[in-house]
């Protein structure tokens, strides 16, 4: 039997407005990164980007808001977004992505429609002083807890390569399972002129490790996902990186950065040979 590949596209529908200090990120404003930042995008277009990423196969779709976290104007629009998408869209899994959250605002989310949270640890407790000080990540931390105390799925990962050592990463990846997601996305760190972190410390080797020891790690029924930071180390190598263990992607463009055209990720997944899976397992 092939092996099944899941697609996940991504929709920044809040961009660049982010006051947080994060060092890997161009939507905060601190850096002035070249970027698109627009205010919220409109139901309409949300709900037309939906129909066109499940008609490239996305089995989820992702509505990401920048900054900090929720707040009550947020929660309402990502809430009315999803409950319009979910009317319109069939078979997608939606997954919210804003930030801190408590209970309460996932609670509502979970209830118009939204399937899956995704807040990153980002990296390790220790090292991540060092990549933000305007918040904790005892506080990412907590926000996962609280998408699994409301019975949302939990999407949780993390960016390697932002000068981190061998020992954050393991921890990471620690403390990754011990939130026992149901999916994972792995990014590597994609360098932008305007942030802090001027390079990437990761190769394609320890990119291959990473996959290889989470799918280890995590068990292998959950989705291992690899995003941002994927064209850069495995374009023309993917086989690597699902025969290392991941079993999904992201397809499109990311928050800011532009990705492959999801026409050439089909042709490639079919060239090696995948099936694009139709269905999330429970
Ligand atoms: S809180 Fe989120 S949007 Fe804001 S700078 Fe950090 S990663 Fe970027």
Request: charged share 25%; net charge negative.
């Amino acid at each position: 039997m092939k092996k099944e590949i899941f697609l996940c596209a991504i929709n920044n529908i809040l961009s660049g407005t982010c006051l947080e200090d994060c060092k890997f990120c161009t939507q905060s404003v601190r850096y002035h990164a070249d970027i698109e930042r627009y205010n919220y995008k409109s139901i309409e277009t949300i709900v037309e980007e939906a129909k066109q990423a499940k008609s490239y196969g996305a089995l989820g779709y992702c509505l990401v808001t920048a900054g900090k976290g929720l707040d009550d104007k947020k929660v309402d629009f990502v809430a009315r977004a999803a409950k319009a998408i979910k009317a319109e869209v069939e078979n997608l899994n939606l997954i919210a992505c804003n930030g801190t959250a408590s209970s309460e605002q996932l609670r509502y989310l979970k209830e118009h429609g939204i399937d899956s949270y995704n807040h990153n640890l980002e990296t390790s407790e220790a090292y991540y002083p060092s990549i933000c000080t305007t918040h904790k990540w005892s506080e990412r931390y907590e926000t996962c807890q609280n998408a699994k105390s409301v019975g949302l799925q939990l999407c949780t990962g993390g960016i390697f390569g932002m000068g981190e050592s061998a020992e954050d990463r393991t921890s990471l990846l620690n403390s990754i399972a011990s939130l026992n997601p149901e999916s994972t996305p792995l990014n590597f760190y994609h360098p932008n002129i305007a942030l802090p972190i001027k390079s990437r410390n990761i190769s394609r080797d320890e990119a291959v490790e990473i996959v290889k020891r989470a799918r280890k790690l995590f068990g292998e029924e959950k989705l291992l996902m690899v995003a941002a930071g994927r064209e850069l180390l495995f374009d023309g190598c993917e086989e690597l990186m699902f025969d290392a263990g991941a079993n999904a992607m992201v397809i499109g463009n990311y928050l800011t950065t532009v990705g492959d055209a999801p026409q050439k990720d089909k042709k490639m997944l079919e060239q090696l040979g995948y099936e694009i899976a139709i269905s999330c397992h429970e």
